[in-house]
């Protein structure tokens, strides 16, 4: 079985073959190759990958709210 790893950059988990420690200001971090070889290309095309990310991030964020408020909504009966 393998262990998921959150990763500080995109603030999703991937599996740990898929993520590599960095070092940071705050210290070492863990970061996914995905967005280590996305920082490593052009300007246009890191811009179109944090775009990408950023919607991802978006529409997990909006997920987490529309649950949030179904489960506000409907009353948890306790018999």
């Known amino acids: 079985?393998?262990?998921?790893?959150?990763?500080?950059?995109?603030?999703t988990y991937h599996p740990s073959e898929a993520m590599r420690k960095v070092m940071t200001r705050a210290g070492e971090r863990w970061r996914c190759v995905r967005s280590i070889e996305g920082a490593r290309n052009n300007r246009g095309e890191r811009d179109a990958f944090g775009q990408r990310q950023s919607e991802l991030n978006q529409a997990k964020a909006r997920e987490t709210r529309e649950r949030a408020s179904l489960e506000r909504r409907s009353p948890a009966y306790c018999y």
């Open 1 to 11: 079985m393998t262990t998921k790893v959150y990763c500080y950059h995109c603030m």
